[in-house]
Nanobody, 124 residues
């Protein structure tokens, strides 16, 4: 089972980008997938999670206005669109997969599979 994130980049304040997370070794047909981020020296934080194939979707309050999570099961890929980036969005972004939507809580500690991350940098 492997996740590969991509799309991280240096983006100017106010810009947009889309992160992708492609899975291999298993099929996107059940469970929950989500995006998390971590700034060095700080705790990992959940951004959003979605039940595979749609359905229940949850966002952290800070992500409600500018972040969109969605998946494409035909491509085994999870996406995160970020609009209007700000320097505080600078972090390593990770995708992860769990069994139940509740696995997304507590910084995703119960998620079973993780990618290696992709870096998003927004200069001050």
């Amino acid at each position: 089972v492997q996740f590969v994130e991509s799309g991280g980049d240096l983006v100017q304040r106010g810009g947009s980008l889309r992160l992708s997370c492609t899975a291999s070794g298993f099929t996107f047909d059940n469970g929950v997938v989500g995006w998390f981020r971590q700034v060095p020296g700080k705790e990992r934080e959940k951004i959003a999670c979605i039940n595979v194939g749609g359905g229940k979707t949850t966002y952290e309050p800070f992500a409600l206005r500018r972040f969109t999570i969605y998946d494409d099961t035909s491509k085994n890929t999870l996406y995160l669109r970020i609009r209007g980036v700000v320097p505080e969005d600078t972090a390593v972004y990770y995708c992860a997969k769990g069994t139940r939507h509740e696995d997304c809580a507590n910084s995703g500690n119960d998620m079973q599979y993780w990618g290696k991350g992709t870096l998003v940098t927004v200069p001050v």
